[in-house]
Structures are given as structure tokens and as C-alpha cells.
């Protein structure tokens, strides 16, 4: 019997491949990993579950951060589809759970699809171009993580393009409800293009390295691989003011341009009242 990981694509339940398509409906029972990424806004379980005319189980983040140990016995018995929005390794998650099947024995079967780290091309920079991608959490009253500024110090020292890849917050506990022992979940929050840019200039500020600034290039991407994606270039300072739309939203400091580059990026500059 088989575990198949299939990536879904950025769209909605028709990006699956064909090969993908084939496997859930196959497959015994499918299960939705549901809190590293988002399909498409407007696509919904029902969709999904209407056009493969399968029961879809969600996984969550306990159940798969905990093991899978249910999906994983059920592998062992029958094809099992566990599905990834975007593709497949595009999260550590999804490479732990490979290695937790290996050391059952359990066959595993990876079908790929695109995702943000190679879809990104669509705002024109070239991807052998970027540097080191940077993950941007949502900031707290008492924790401000920068150990991603580093990373941005190097690509921009190099001339790379930096990749930002915006905060999920789906099915979190708040710490006292985590300390309490409640499974009370706080509502769903991602990330903007506006907070990630505010996040950005308050560590330049604390840290004063000189690494960007206000008036340092960059792109806002909204809803990648979607009907009505959007894309916005500008400076930092430009792109604060702008209304990207639902989520998900992605982030590009932008390095060393060929002239190719910076024509694409100025036919999605922002409009100037």
C-alpha cells in the first residue's frame, strides 16, 4: 500500500495534476493538510471534495505535528492521499512526515505542483536571482524575531533578491489558553504585505545596519496562482498605503536588477495619485 503526497497547486481543486488526480481517486481515504498554506479563497472543502468525489479529512497542525500516527497505520493497509497545498516539500512538515513513513516501511509516492518559491517568476525577477528566502512571523508585545535580518544583510551584500514568506496563524492557541489546558482556538490571522513591510523597517530601525530602507525597491504579491492575483512594485514606503486584497500575500526586497528585470518591474509599479 502507498502513501501519496500530493501537491495541490496555488489555484483551486483543478490545479491538481492529472497523475495527482489519479492517485486520490484511489486512494482509500485523502486527507487535507490545512495550516501551512491556503488554496484558492473562494475554494472550500465542498469544492473540493465535489470534484473528487472524496471525503476529505483535514489534518491539522497537531495531527500531523504529532505523527500522523492513524494516517500512517492506514498506509499500511491501503493507498492513503495526504494533500499538500502548493507542493509537497514545501514545508519541513512534509519532509518529517516522509521520514516517519520510511522508518515504517511504508511506500511513499510524491507528486509535485507549483508553488510560491517557483511561481514568484511571475513577477519577473528571475529566480536563479534570489537569495536566502526569509520566513516573517507576526510580532508580539514581548518577541520580535530578527534573526532573519541576517539573511537580508547577505542577499543584499550580494545583490540577490530576498523572497518573504508571510506569517499563518490558523487553529493557535493563545498562551494562557495553551497553559490552562483549553482547546480554545484563537481566530484565523495571515500576515499583509502592509504589517510585513512595518516589521521590516522597525528591526532596520533597531538594528541600523543600513541593510534597506523606506525608499529600497521591492514587490507585493497577492493570491499567487489565482484568477486575481495581484502584483505591486514600488518602494517600501509606496507599497504601505496599498490594498492588497485577501491573503495570501508574499514579499520580495529586491536586490541587483537586469534591465529585463527592472522593465517588468516597472510595468507593476505603483499608480501615484
Known sequence: MVLYIIGLGLGDEKDVTIKGFESIKKSSKVYLEAYTSLLGGSTSIEALEKFYEKKIIIADREMVESGCEEMLKESTENDVSFLVVGDPFG????????IRAKELSIPVKVIHNASIMNA??????????????????????????????????INRTNGMHTLCLLD????????????????IYEPPRFMTVNQCIEQLL????????????????????????????????????????????????????????????????????????
Not at 514545508?91 to 516522509?98: E, F, G, I, K, R
Not at 499563518?168 to 482547546?183: P, T
Not at 526586497?253 to 534591465?259: L, Q, T, V
Request: aromatic share 10%; with cysteine.
Open 91 to 98: 514545508a519541513t512538515t512534509h519532509t518529517d512526515l516522509v
Open 120 to 153: 514568484i517568476g511571475c513577477c519577473g525577477l528571475q529566480l536563479y536571482s534570489y537569495g536566502q528566502t526569509i520566513s516573517m512571523v507576526f510580532f508580539t508585545e514581548t518577541t520580535k524575531p530578527d534573526s532573519w535580518y541576517d539573511r537580508v544583510k
Open 168 to 183: 499563518i496563524k490558523v487553529k493557535e492557541q493563545s498562551i494562557e489558553n495553551m497553559c490552562r489546558g483549553r482547546l
Open 202 to 273: 522597525e528591526i532596520e530601525e533597531l538594528r541600523n545596519e543600513k541593510v534597506y530602507d523606506q525608499d529600497t525597491l521591492c514587490i507585493g504579491l497577492s493570491r499567487v496562482g489565482q484568477d486575481d492575483q495581484q502584483i505591486v512594485s514600488g518602494t517600501m514606503k509606496e507599497l504601505l498605503d496599498v490594498d492588497f486584497g485577501a491573503p495570501l500575500h508574499s514579499f520580495i526586497i529586491c536586490g541587483d536588477m537586469h534591465f529585463i528585470e527592472r522593465e517588468y518591474f516597472e510595468t507593476f509599479r505603483v499608480k501615484k495619485n
